[in-house]
């Protein structure tokens, strides 16, 4: 006899136990509900909404394993951290995980310890994790961040692309596809590349009414310090500034310290302890204000955020909205700035332009690995040597660009060097050697003599080695490599790791053939500057913020003006009225 279907009572039960909520908000009932009655989902709600409760919930509610793609490895840790903090049982395995780890967490799941396992989607490219999974049993599939499907989201992941395979191995089961920022076209191509069977399609709180929203127009770096200065002694309450670059962050940092406001700086260049210390300096309230990379926020928990400026225009407005949408998670009145200077929308530009090479770029690079490939069909040179044999031909933005293409294409794979194979040269002579490495040092000397022994006097020139196949006695790779880093601090040899380069696809070697869609490269590029003058229109708009926001995404809930954005309130500053009194 089949279980009865959940009902919303039962979710709402679940929701208050677990999570200690009375009540779900407006936008989730719906997608609570479509989730439990089985049906495949796309729901799309905005930093905040409340998206991990639609499939948290109905995974504790019904019960069997719930796996949730997650990208990020902080991401998925602060989510588990929070689940495990609730008391549900919950897990991740990423690449932080040793092997036993790995299995301890596996042997779990199938017990039935766990309800929510999370995994970054490279980890499904595994047939031996598929099949893992597979004998576990997987009742609802949780693709998180879905808008990293989609070649025309703003954070795509090729990793992504792969998921409806995977799924397919799995049995297809249920699946919830979910994502903060996705327009209509993007929540189509989800559902196209997922597979997902008649989605129930959940759109909605995209209108945070609790967010104010301005831009404050400036001209040199220094109007915008003064004005993200401004605008935090004006706001009370926890802030956070979002700059462009890790440079930026550090620069910005100080002027805000030097303005005697509670400052700290967060990147990913950072040391973790001190990522670690500013993060927690700001979570625990010592420090008022973070300024960080767009990195930080995603699965932060800070409730009480009061302000986000943005100290520079952000490439897309998936970007910004998202990133704006970390103040006043607690529903309470928060502000979000941005500080607009049309130039910065020519740093965009040069990225996109670097990110989309032309035909004859991409064909330029397969010409070239194409004549350097092995017999095995490996092209043994890494990305900054291709660049350096291109540079009079091809941009050296587009080299790796290029490279991603044919990648993308399934026209190369990229080949990480082997850690047993190396490239050694002897540098000192035998009269050196054997006065020098002697006594304790009569195990290097039997290395070097191994090495001889292998391939003769080509070790004067440079020879290929196999480590592992030199004598046994010897200890193989992992114990020779330490030997002879040491060797080449004291100039006895010099070694490069070998076995790296990109491997080619061997019938397109063979009849020189690409299969690139040319075309579709020409649209990506369009795509993105769309998404980039979309962010440039929401800055330079002269209507309402929140309604160009909403009609964006497509929310229901767009009206023609909000009453509390800048443009609304009367308080916005147009830049080209000020020009125009200027030169009059």
């Given at each position: 006899m089949?279980?009865?279907t959940p009902t919303l009572a ?7 136990r677990?999570?200690g909520?009375p ?19 796309l ?16 995974a504790?509610?019904r019960?069997?394993?719930t796996?949730v ?17 609730r ?9 932080t995980?040793g ?10 799941a ?6 929510l ?6 980890r ?8 893992k ?40 089961p249920h ?16 559902i196209?590349?997922l ?5 129930a399609?959940v759109?909605g709180?995209f ?17 915008k310090?003064r ?22 962050v550090e ?5 805000l ?13 950072l040391?973790e ?15 008022r ?21 943005h100290?520079?225009?952000p ?6 909205y998202q990133?704006a949408?970390?103040?006043g ?8 700035v941005?500080?607009h200077?049309?130039?910065?929308r ?6 996109i332009d ?8 991409v064909?330029?690079?397969?010409r070239t690995?194409r ?5 095995d069909?490996l ?8 660049t350096t ?8 933005r ?7 293409t ?13 850690p ?13 050697i ?13 290395v ?11 070790l004067q ?5 196999n480590?592992?196949?030199l ?23 010099t ?10 696809e061997?019938?397109a070697?063979?009849?020189n ?9 020409t ?5 993105d ?16 913020r ?14 023609v003006a909000?009453?509390?954005c800048d443009r609304c ?10 020009r ?5």
């Open positions: 089949l279980a009865p039962d979710a709402r039960a679940t929701l208050t677990w999570f909520y009540e779900f908000r407006a936008p989730q009932v719906p997608a609570i509900e479509a989730v439990l009655a089985g049906h495949d989902a729901i799309v709600l905005p930093t905040g909404g409340g998206k991990s409760l639609c499939f948290q919930v109905p504790l509610t019960g069997g394993l796996v793609i997650s990208p990020l490895i902080s991401l998925m840790k602060d989510q588990v951290d929070a689940l495990e903090r008391g549900v049982p919950a897990a991740f395995i990423n690449s995980l092997a036993s780890a790995v299995s301890d967490r596996l042997v779990r199938q017990r039935g310890e766990l309800r396992l999370y995994l970054a989607p490279e499904l490219e595994s047939d031996a994790m598929l099949e999974l597979r004998t576990i049993g997987v009742t609802m599939l949780a693709v998180d961040e879905a808008h990293c499907i989609s070649e025309w989201g703003h954070d795509f992941r090729p990793s992504y692309r792969r998921l409806a395979r995977a799924r397919q191995a799995l049995g297809t699946t919830v596809a979910l994502t903060a920022t996705a327009t209509p076209d993007v929540r189509d191509d989800i196209r590349q597979q997902l069977r008649d989605p399609v759109v709180g209108d945070r009414t609790n967010l104010t929203y301005h831009v404050v127009a400036t001209r040199r770096e220094a109007d310090d004005a993200a200065i401004t605008a935090i002694e004006t706001h009370d309450g926890p802030s956070i500034v979002y700059a462009p670059t890790r440079k930026a620069r910005i940092t100080k002027v310290v030097r303005a005697r406001l509670s400052a700290v700086g967060y990147h990913a260049g040391e302890s001190h990522r670690r210390r500013a993060q927690d300096a700001f979570m625990h309230g010592t420090a204000v973070i300024v960080a990379t767009s990195a930080f926020g995603m699965g932060i928990d800070k409730p009480d955020v009061r302000l986000v400026v100290h520079a225009m490439g897309t407005l998936e970007s910004y990133e949408g970390r103040a998670r607690d529903g309470k009145p928060s502000v979000c941005l500080l200077n049309y130039a910065d020519f740093t965009h530009e040069y990225f670097g990110a989309h090479p032309d035909r004859t770029a064909e330029r690079v397969w690995l004549a350097q490939v092995t017999p069909g092209a043994p040179v890494d990305l900054e040597r291709l044999q291109l540079a009079r031909q091809v941009d050296a587009h080299v790796g660009a290029a490279v991603r044919l990648a993308r294409a399934g026209r190369l794979t990229v080949e990480a060097p082997s047993e194979r190396v490239f050694v040269t002897l540098r000192a002579t035998p009269a050196r054997a006065a020098e490495l002697d006594g304790e040092r009569a195990f290097d000397r039997e070097l003599r191994a090495l001889w022994r292998a391939v003769g006097p080509q020139d440079g020879a290929f080695v480590l592992d196949g004598p046994p006695g010897l200890g193989g790779g992992a114990q020779l490599r330490p030997v002879l880093e040491r060797l080449q601090a004291e100039q006895f040899v070694i490069e790791r070998a076995g790296g380069g990109y491997r080619l061997a019938q070697i063979v009849d053939h690409l299969g690139i869609d040319w075309e579709q490269l649209q990506r590029r369009a795509v500057i769309a998404r980039l003058d979309a962010m440039q229109g929401y800055a330079q708009t002269r209507g309402c929140r309604a160009f926001v909403l009609r964006y995404f497509g929310d229901p809930a767009a009206r909000c009453g509390a309130l009367g308080t916005a500053k147009d830049p080209s009225v000020r125009r009194r200027e030169r009059a």
